[in-house]
């Protein structure tokens, strides 16, 4: 069974820029999260999508970050325009149930400079 | 959500039996115990979860005591690719219970 998988697995753009997160979920899995960490801080809950609707949205730092699951398979997570404080690591996760274990992807290393 | 304290770092020799602990002594009835860990540069991995009973698997076994305060990740055989950032997280069971809170975690290191 293959695992999370991200895209890219790093980014490097500059201040203003936009980026775009990619995330495949485990096959038959409906639920699928966002988490970050950045720099020297604990890894924190973004989002969760259960098929294709926003479950909770709570952790998403402000409106410069735009979470989409169209069809309720892969995920994008946008950054417009990223800032420096955006650098971090981000990582996608998926479950069958929303009970279930949560299974991570190794995550996208973002640097904006 | 309860919160876990695990001690910063730990030794364990390879090839011995890594006792990792973890604190939760304000743990609801209907949460439950996970660990996860995170190799260096590696997104964190799924170990184990229990509710009040002592769980095994391929990977650990997770020893709960009887008041459900505190808990024991037992890694058996610990090699060097056990070392990792451990996390205890405690995870509320039903609505809501998607999220997971991370802490610091301990650092286990294994020693040849």
């Known amino acids: 069974e293959a695992g999370v998988t991200q895209f890219p697995s790093h980014s490097v753009i500059e201040k203003g820029q936009t980026v775009t997160l990619r995330c495949d979920p485990i096959s038959g899995h409906d639920n699928l999260y966002w988490y970050r960490r950045v720099m020297g801080k604990e890894i924190k809950f973004l989002l969760h999508?259960?098929?294709?609707?926003?479950?909770?949205e709570s952790g998403m730092p402000n409106n410069r970050f735009l979470a989409e699951r169209t069809g309720g398979t892969y995920s994008t997570l946008k950054v417009q325009p990223a800032e420096l404080e955006d650098s971090g690591v981000y990582f996608c996760?998926?479950?069958?149930?929303?009970?279930?274990?949560?299974?991570f992807g190794n995550g996208t290393r973002l640097t904006v400079t | 959500d309860a919160k876990t304290t695990q001690p910063t770092s730990m030794d364990c020799a390879e090839g011995r039996a890594a006792n990792l602990p973890c604190n939760h002594s304000t743990i609801s009835g209907n949460e439950y115990v996970y660990w996860y860990r995170q190799i260096h540069s590696q997104g964190p991995q799924y170990i184990i979860h229990g509710l009040k009973n002592n769980e095994t698997n391929e990977m650990a076994s997770l020893i709960i005591t009887e008041d459900r305060k505190s808990s024991t990740l037992i890694l058996p055989h610990a090699t060097l690719r056990d070392t990792a950032v451990y996390y205890c997280?405690?995870?509320?069971?039903?609505?809501?219970?998607?999220?997971?809170?991370f802490g610091k975690g301990t650092k286990l290191s294994v020693i040849p």
């Open positions: 999508f259960v098929k294709e609707s926003k479950q909770d």
């Open positions: 997280i405690v995870r509320p069971g039903g609505a809501g219970s998607y999220q997971l809170t």
């Open positions: 996760a998926s479950s069958q149930g929303s009970g279930s274990p949560l299974h």
